[in-house]
């Protein structure tokens, strides 16, 4: 009974309203269309972004190695912009990159993510605004394969390629993968995938590295994950 219902509906609708019916099916069929057009022009996006260099490395936060080794990279690539997620805290990450001789002018620091998906949910205006088509996500064992398939979905839908760079973790990571978390993870970003392209949240915690204020941090203290080796 419950396969002939929507049949049964349809047939009602078109009898008893039949502009209302033709107006649903034309706008179902307008919705289709333009889901078609939208996913072949990503694709190519996508396609063309693949073999193109990474513009902006993208930091998951969860663990201060992960940062240690962004800031080996940006010795390497000092004109790509750094843009880390929820990171550790602000003058933790300074003294990483002025340990490595790393360039401090193209770090931003965002800090409004709460979970994996805020990451990418604040994260991807950020990534948008500067044009960014290809990026190197950087994260942790630990922390796939749930942050690899979002990246993948929401920083696919908006045409950014995404190249996974595994960071390994040393100690006990504080980030534990679950998959029920990872399935609703990822069923909220396939519908954040569609309702991103019009709406842009912007974090209002956004901090240049270059920015941070170590003196002040010095009379407030601060304390740094153990494993950074730092003071």
Same mark, same amino acid.
């Given at each position: 009974? !419950?396969?002939?219902?929507? *049949?049964?509906?349809? #047939? ?5 309203? %039949?502009?209302? =019916?033709?107006?649903? &099916? ?48 940006? !010795?390497?690539?000092?004109? *790509?912009?750094?843009? #880390? ?5 602000? %003058?933790?990450? =300074?003294?990483?990159? &002025? ?48 942050? !690899? ?14 190249? %996974? ?67």
């Amino acid at each position: 009974m !419950k396969r002939k219902f929507p *049949t049964k509906l349809s #047939i009602f609708l078109s009898r008893k309203f %039949p502009i209302l =019916w033709q107006s649903l &099916q034309k706008l179902g069929w307008g919705l289709f269309l333009l889901l078609g057009i939208w996913l072949i022009f990503t694709t190519i996006t996508l396609v063309s972004a693949s073999s193109q260099p990474v513009d902006a490395f993208f930091v998951i936060g969860g663990s201060i190695q992960r940062e240690t080794y962004v800031a080996q990279q940006a !010795k390497q690539y000092p004109h *790509t912009p750094i843009l #880390i997620s929820r990171g550790s805290e602000d %003058p933790c990450i =300074w003294l990483i990159f &002025q340990r490595e001789a790393a360039e401090l002018q193209k770090v931003w620091l965002e800090k409004c993510a709460n979970s994996t998906f805020e990451n990418f949910y604040y994260g991807i205006p950020i990534l948008d605004h500067w044009g960014v088509r290809k990026v190197k996500l950087i994260t942790s064992p630990t922390h796939l394969p749930r942050a !690899k398939w979002l990246a993948q979905i929401l920083l696919g839908s908006h045409g950014i390629w995404v190249e %996974p760079d595994i960071v390994q973790e040393r100690g006990i990571p504080a980030n534990r993968e679950h998959s029920l978390k990872t399935v609703l993870d990822v069923t909220r970003s396939l519908f954040w995938a569609v309702l991103s392209q019009g709406i842009q949240p912007q974090c209002s915690d956004i901090t240049r590295l270059v920015d941070v204020d170590m003196s002040a941090w010095e009379q407030k203290g601060f304390h740094c994950e153990h494993q950074g080796g730092l003071r």
